[in-house]
């Protein structure tokens, strides 16, 4: 009984705490995008604008709660939550530290990517729902973007599951004591980021809102807080991919020593994933996107070809015995 | 660079460039077709600038434009303007002016000439064949005529209102019709006339010739704009679609009308030079030179040299400025967020320099009649010394960042092109035309105001793509700054302004010494100037293409009639014939890189 209301205070401390992180990587995000683009960035609300959030929070529960007349209401209203979620969710699976962690589920990694795919419904529905033309359009390149990289995804961290035997994200990261996995898995990690950026429709993939040709796309018809979910959720896929690729690849909590020594474990684990956001932000400030089907196709003639040789060369290293 | 420097300008050299007519163009005319009466302009119309002129009888245009465009050897491949005079109020009238005019301005690349066409017109039968079947681009000028004037083009294929809405009664250029709110009943908007408005912007894909389905597809129309983020400014573009690739697609222009053609009736000639700096509103003082030009023309002003070289300055400035923004924006469009915040802060520092010469940024209405407000500020070649110097490596960063990125050219190469004889027919000139690999530029091709003296290229591309149009004017920016640079070692001493009663203001210095000055000082600086009766063009390669003014002065201290020519007016009608086939994000790139300013289409 002990331990399930301890796993519920945990569940609660991790959710209470990602929600807050994803709302201050926005002010992050448009800090050290300011700086990288010469300009200072919001830097008003409280030191160095570290509230911009809190007001931005303050503004969006603020604003009328709106449902276009023209759209499907529950769905409209069902979508964000939808968005939102699915990728809390995914932080179940997640271990933060050797005692962290809300569930050690065996079948961790699959977990995830179920709910990674459930997590494009958000986007679908909500361009669906919207009943306008730019959201219809930005849900139709989701649905066919998220479709397809979620298929290079799944292939490019198998792997990891064949070097580590295992589904389960904690004895992934227990498996890379002696060396990290991105050693030899750095093709597939490299296929993971990009199917990440893809997942997450970041720049240079934000093809689904992308608003200089579809206004804001799936979440044109948004506002207030159903927006905010969509942002918030945009914000915590950034941090699962960031958390996912350390996990995989990176070693999780892992350090090798002496610098294992020099700080707690959730430290290493943060600076790490904090590395990756950043990853994310800079790509985000410095690069174009590509056309729609420019897009696809670079997925199918090189991601897919990249993420199968990837498998097949681990199997038959592994096979052979060298690694 | 340094090679320019030691080269000495002199503008003493410069000669106007003058129109070649060798060979009298009425006699080559009538040598294909003996019917044509061409008859030459009169003394009285007073036209000042070189441009041969003549007067058709109505029945007789198609006849003559088939000659023009078809017939004659080294045709009129380029329809310049088409534009209409209300002449009913016109007290120095030519023996052949009537009630209408209607004026047809066209161009012969290969002979570098120009020819003007006049039609006259009687209030009674305002109707007029169209040349549609000869240029394409006429389309849209014999459009603006019918919204303007009223004067109808039979067999036009559209013949609608562009840029006065649909429900707009009677035709805002004609005399008759006031140019003044005062002059007119207070604005109400009944509930009838409400429903009125509301009924027209329904949506219907027939009235704008586009058809809902075909025998595989039901389309879908996507309404792009007025407000859109991509297309810069109020313009919408109505979208037939089949998925995300555009079938067809149907510019809708006009609702960033002022009404600056009617404003030049009611400004005098001094004060409305401001109003010329909101046309191209990112073109600054640009705008204000082919204005001034041409009234220095109609009053035989000489500018001094030391103007001649700060004008020409100044308006590559701009030039850089207008580029800067269209290279930032265009990377916008396709995705990049950060170059447009680097280019700011270069445009920034330039514009800190106007600010220092003129006292504003953007708008500094600085040309004046006659010369310029004022001479430079001390210490102004160290300013422009120190941004000459600066901006090259910085364009050398944003050559890796945006020109060199590979999925820039992904995204642009081969997007949007067309060739140099569509640009033509379409009237598609500057960056646009040269980026076809056709070099044209009226600053080399017809020097004003001194440009032969400079040493500078003409950037040219060859696709016409997207990119090839984003490359000319990158490089365009590098000549810019050589022209500054060699505007900077070769300042002329002198005068800013001439020494002419009709500048503006005119010279002060002499009034309190005799009557004789006093008295029009005193009337030119109270009423205006009053410019000789005639007609003129003058045209300038502005930022985004050629700019010119067609002045009409009956006499007055105000215009008679004030034609603007844009260059985007042009670009914007090509629309069609460029999305057709695109994806959505092609046509983001595309209007992205065809550059204009709604402004300066809608005037």
Redesign the interface.
Known sequence: MLEVIWKLIEMTIIIALLIPIAAMLVWVERRMIGIWQDRLGPNRVGPFGILQSMADLLKVLGKEDWIPPFSDKVVFVLAPVIAAVTVLMSFAVVPFTPTIGVSDLNIGLLFFLAMTSLAVYGVVLAGWASNSKYALLGGMRAAAQTVSYEVFMGLSVMGVVLLTGSFNLREIVLAQQDGWLIQTQFLGFFVFLIAGIAESHRLPFDLPEAETELTAGFHTEYSGLKFALFFLGEYLSVTLISTMSVTLFFGGWLMPEPLASWLPPLVWFILKVAFFVMFFILLRTSLPRPRFDQLLSFGWLVMLPLALFNLLATAALRLAGII | MTKDNSQKINLANSKNWQMPNTLPIADEITAINAQLLLTPVTAVENIVDDIPSFWLAKDQLSALMQVLRHELDKPFDFCFDITAIDETERNHKGINVIDFTVSYHLRSYERNQDIRIKIALTAKDKHLNSVCAFWANANWYEREIWDMFGIVFDNHPYLTRILMPHTWQGHPLLKTHPARATEMEPFTLPTYQQDIEQQALQFEPEKWGMKRQDKDNDF?F??LGPN???VHGAFRIVLQMDG?EIVDCVPDIGYHHRGAEKMGERQSWHSYIPYTDRIDYLGGVMNNFPYVMAVEKLAGITVPDRAKVIRIMTSEMFRILSHLLFYGTF????????PI??MF?DREKLFAIIEAFTGARMHPSWFRIGGIASDLPKGWDKLVRDFVEYLPARLDIYEKMVMQ?S??K??SVDVGAYTASEAIEWGVTGPGLRATGYSWDLRKQRPYSGYDQFDFEIPTGNKGDCYDRCRVRVDEMRESIRIIKQCLENMPEGPVKAEHPQTTPPDKSRTMVDIDTLIPHFVNVSWGPVIPAGEVTMAVEATKGIMAYHLISDGNTMSYRTRIRTPSFAHLQMLPLLSRGQ????L?ATLGSVDYVMADVDR
């Open positions: 879908m996507l309404n859109h983020p991509s995300e990377a916008q469009d396709i995705g990049a967020l950060s915040f680097y802060i990125n999925l820039i992904l995204r994806m959505v994000a092609d983001i």
